[in-house]
């Protein structure tokens, strides 16, 4: 194995391992505290007291399996934009791609169209929104074909309040029907259980393999247009397939987490550095890091929620997700804003 | 240099069409804005319930209690986003400044959340300068960390990742301090709202209004200066740094006391002064800023009677109907501005 390679094989290797430290820290973590030890035994069913089975596979399990599903399809989804796009600030939520697949979950939800809605249905509707969100994003923002990473940026931001106000008046017309409404704007894994999982599992068992596997046509499409013409990519196909791969992957996470920002801005851009550009290497990694990140990110929002630092407060929402993302991310989105202009 | 006389020659016939017009469409607007709602009041009925003895009682509780103090905050508000954006925009000679994208109504809604939901005992008098002191705090982040930005673009999205930020720490005061993430509670911090605000409201905002209103148009003037090159506004004696920061402070305190009350309108500031500007069609802040605040005024009264029929009989939140109405003019302005921008 040459330096690369290994150096390759070694972060890989440390990514994964600290995956699955935080996996079963996730699976510890709640209202009763399970040692990791004790976890282990109740995943493989040696569990010396019934309980740990019941809360590890019963509550815990799902959810966690939720972070790590979500949090590989919202690496994958956005290292798939930024090549496609050639724009390191892209990602599912800065290009109106969970915008608008929030409005769709929620109108689908809602029974708007009058139409049963069965839920595992549900993430086609978001594909859809997913799609024509991101569309809308880039129309408004090319000029004569070509699309400025921050321009592009500035206009998503515009669509993407243009569309949570459309959220928002759905979830005002029918709230109800809907509950909460945190969880679809800034995204949350709270309270899910084995039938959202469910609905994620065939969209990140069908695109993540899919998006790994397609990273030698991903590499072409990184370089300019001319030489993967020159090296015999079906230029328009290969984008397509790869947009519509990525809007895929995000669909499959909104329409379980709803609209959880930033892991598809960081994982790729910390992917890219640590493992370059190809994107052999660069896919794989950004999806490790990905599930990383959110199930990080969801052991401090489930952590807070068990101690709250307010003792008045009897009865709480739980804190979303994203809003821990939200705290992490921005700083990054500002270091990426000035990296883009440079 | 540049002409800032505000006589223009041949142009008096076009300012009275132009003034007369706004002037009938804002009564148009306040008439609807008084009719409309649950007892819907026709009309022609309203001089009498208003100034005369007519009316149920239910009509005159409604119309005096409510729907008139409603009414003066609609054109309050209007007034104050749309000056604040205007004075942001000339000052920091950047036509994407606006009090949302400078941090200034998220940290003012996050000091107003962080006052009201974790029960810190500050009078009601005094919310105003808590959400001042939260909005300040927040724009002198974004205006440092924007520091070296090489375009307007580049600054706004610094602001864009702040708000981003902002908004996540809402949603956590909310979603640990709130006993439920129900819509409503989080609308009362992230989405300007005018519904049920009663004269206590109106009389908080009118002293701040009415101080910073006049010094805004007084030192119009002095915006003008600022707009010019540093070096050539400095060497006609003006203290570039400590003027501008002057205007900040000014602009932040025009909106803090109407986020305390009413929640950060959203969009205003930004759109307002780009159409006051095709409006008199140069830029001199003599005429730009009580440009702005009419058609400021006109936006948010506009959104409000929006906001009471787009779901009817239900109302909405004012701040979504205020990004649907301004969302797609801006769209439209940022296709149309020149390269210069970015």
Request: include cysteine.
């Amino acid at each position: 194995m040459n330096e690369p390679a290994r150096h390759f094989a070694a972060v890989m290797l440390a990514a994964g391992a600290g995956a699955l430290v935080l996996f079963v820290l996730h699976l510890g973590l709640g209202t009763v505290w399970i040692p990791p030890e004790r976890v282990f035994l109740a995943l493989v069913d040696r569990a010396a007291d019934p309980t740990d089975r019941t809360i590890v596979w019963g509550l815990r399990l799902p959810r966690a399996l939720l972070a790590l599903l979500v949090g590989m399809m919202l690496g994958l989804s956005g290292a798939l934009m930024q090549s496609v796009m050639r724009n390191r600030l892209a990602e599912p939520g800065l290009t109106g791609v969970s915008a608008g697949g929030v409005l769709m979950a929620v109108v689908f939800l809602a029974g708007l169209w009058g139409l049963p809605a069965p839920r595992p249905f549900l993430p086609v509707a978001v594909l859809g929104g997913a799609i024509a969100g991101c569309a809308l994003v880039l129309l408004a923002s090319q000029r004569l074909g070509r699309i400025d990473p921050l321009r592009l940026l500035l206009t998503a931001v515009i669509v993407n309040a243009l569309l949570v106000s459309l959220t928002s008046l759905v979830m005002l017309r029918s709230e109800y029907a809907l509950g909460s409404i945190l969880p679809w704007l800034i995204g949350s894994l709270n309270g899910r259980v084995w039938g959202d999982a469910w609905i994620a599992l065939p969209w990140a068992g069908l695109g993540v393999p899919m998006g790994l596997l397609a990273a030698r046509a991903i590499n072409l499409l990184q370089l300019d247009d001319d030489s993967s013409r020159a090296l015999g990519l079906p230029l328009h196909g290969a984008r397509l397939a790869a947009f519509a791969l990525a809007a895929g992957l995000a669909a499959g996470a909104l329409s379980v987490a709803g609209s959880v920002g930033f892991i598809g801005l960081a994982a790729p851009n910390v992917a890219r550095v640590v493992a370059g550009a190809d994107a052999r290497r660069a896919l794989p990694l950004a999806v490790m890091l990905g599930c990383l990140l959110l199930l990080a990110a969801d052991l401090v929002a489930q952590s807070v929620s068990i101690k709250p630092p307010i003792p008045s407060s009897t009865q709480r929402a739980g804190l979303p997700v994203g809003a821990v993302l939200a705290l992490f991310g921005a700083p990054l989105l500002v270091v990426l804003i000035r990296r883009s202009v440079r | 240099m540049r002409e800032t006389t505000a006589a223009v020659p041949g142009g008096s016939s076009r300012w009275a069409a132009a003034a007369g017009g706004l002037a009938a469409v804002i009564a148009v607007l306040a008439v609807a804005e008084l009719s409309i709602g649950q007892p819907m009041i026709a009309p022609e009925r309203l001089p009498g319930v208003l100034f005369g003895e007519s009316g149920e009682p239910l009509e005159r509780l409604a119309i005096h209690e409510l729907r008139l103090p409603r009414l003066i905050l609609a054109v309050l508000g209007g007034a104050g986003f749309g000056l604040s954006g205007a004075i942001l925009q000339v000052v920091l000679r950047n036509p994407l400044a606006s009090p949302e994208l400078l941090g200034v109504s998220g940290g003012a809604s996050l000091a107003m959340a962080v006052v009201l939901l974790l029960n810190v005992p500050v009078v009601f008098s005094l919310h105003p300068v808590v959400a001042l002191a939260g909005g300040l705090g927040a724009s002198v982040v974004v205006l440092l960390t924007s520091r070296g930005a090489r375009s307007p673009v580049e600054a706004a999205l610094t602001g864009v990742a702040v708000a981003a930020l902002l908004n996540g720490m809402i949603v956590a005061v909310i979603s640990l301090a709130a006993s439920s993430g129900a819509v409503q509670v989080l609308f009362l911090f992230t989405v300007g709202n005018l519904s049920n605000r009663s004269w206590n409201h109106v009389e908080l905002v009118c002293p701040w209004l009415a101080a910073g209103i006049p010094t805004a148009l007084v030192l119009a003037q002095a915006a003008n200066v600022l707009q010019l090159h540093d070096d050539l506004s400095s060497s006609l004696g003006a203290r570039t740094l400590q003027l501008r920061a002057l205007f900040v402070v000014l602009a932040a305190s025009l909106v803090a006391a109407l986020v305390a009350v009413a929640g950060p309108i959203a969009w205003v500031g930004l759109l307002t002064p780009h159409l006051a500007g095709l409006l008199v069609g140069k830029p001199d802040a003599r005429l730009l800023f009580p440009a702005s605040m009419v058609i400021g005024a006109l936006l948010v009264l506009a959104s409000d009677v929006l906001a009471k029929v787009v779901i009817y009989p239900w109302e909405v939140p004012v701040g979504l109907c205020t990004t649907l109405v301004a969302a797609p003019p801006m769209l439209w302005l940022l296709r149309r501005s020149s390269a210069g921008l970015v």
